[in-house]
T-cell receptor
Framework: SQTIHQWPATLVQPVGSPLSLECTVE??????LYWYRQAAGRGLQLLFY??????ISSEVPQNLSASRPQDRQFILSSKKLLLSDSGFYLC???????????FGPGTRLTVL | AQSVAQPEDQVNVAEGNPLTVKCTYS??????LFWYVQYPNRGLQFLLK??????LVKGSYGFEAEFNKSQTSFHLKKPSALVSDSALYFC???????????FGAGTTVTVRA
């Protein structure tokens, strides 16, 4: 069966520091991958999605970037964190040809 | 463009009573519709989806949803709510020609014993 992992689970970082969040999917190949941010426990904002290695689409211009160095690995990065980057970051995947997305456990990021 | 509206921020019901969480959507073409549930500090769990066919869709944990094309709605229902159903519920829509989901703002369900 397929499994999605995210780490770290929680992270507290100072303003101006770099960020790297990792997401990996097991048990599938060539998945579509997504990064979302959830602010204040409410609606989800799509940040990036990827349909293949090295293929990244950005939905919202901002302080963050994403990379997909391997088929089942999706990384969210920032060179300098802002206070407004605080939130709950969720990675999701969908099988090729399927419509539903499956979410990871999330990373709680607090920028101080 | 696609969007989802969940008109109720909160729904409160007594255990054993029916539960309904409302959702309306807007897409340019035909929709794929989804419901997810989120428990505190957890990721979203997939409950059910509508792709095509029967307008009544059955999902996990006794939940079901009814697709109504004329009213552009996809309300989530459960005949008898449990205290453990207390969580944040999200409706989502995707145009069949796209692969991006648009989520509603979420509805907090509280089931009291």
């Amino acid at each position: 069966s397929q499994t999605i992992h995210q780490w770290p689970a929680t992270l507290v970082q100072p303003v101006g520091s770099p960020l790297s969040l990792e997401c990996t999917v097991e048990g599938t190949s060539n998945p579509n991958l997504y990064w979302y941010r959830q602010a204040a426990g409410r609606g989800l904002q799509l940040l990036f999605y990827s349909v293949g290695i090295g293929q990244i689409s950005s939905e919202v211009p901002q302080n963050l970037s994403a990379s997909r160095p391997q088929d089942r690995q999706f990384i969210l990065s920032s060179k300098k964190l802002l206070l407004s980057d605080s939130g709950f970051y969720l990675c999701a995947w969908s099988p090729t040809g399927e419509v539903e997305q499956f979410f990871g456990p999330g990373t709680r990021l607090t920028v101080l | 463009a696609q969007s989802v509206a969940q008109p109720e921020d909160q729904v409160n019901v007594a255990e054993g009573n029916p539960l309904t969480v409302k959702c309306t959507y807007s897409v340019s073409g035909n929709p794929y519709l989804f419901w997810y549930v989120q428990y505190p500090n957890r990721g979203l769990q997939f409950l059910l989806k509508y792709i095509t066919g029967d307008n009544l869709v059955k999902g996990s944990y006794g939940f079901e949803a009814e697709f109504n094309k004329s009213q552009t709605s996809f309300h989530l229902k459960k005949p008898s709510a449990l205290v453990s159903d207390s969580a944040l519920y999200f409706c989502a829509v995707r145009d069949i020609d796209d692969y991006k989901l648009s989520f509603g703002a979420g509805t907090t369900v509280t089931v009291r014993a």
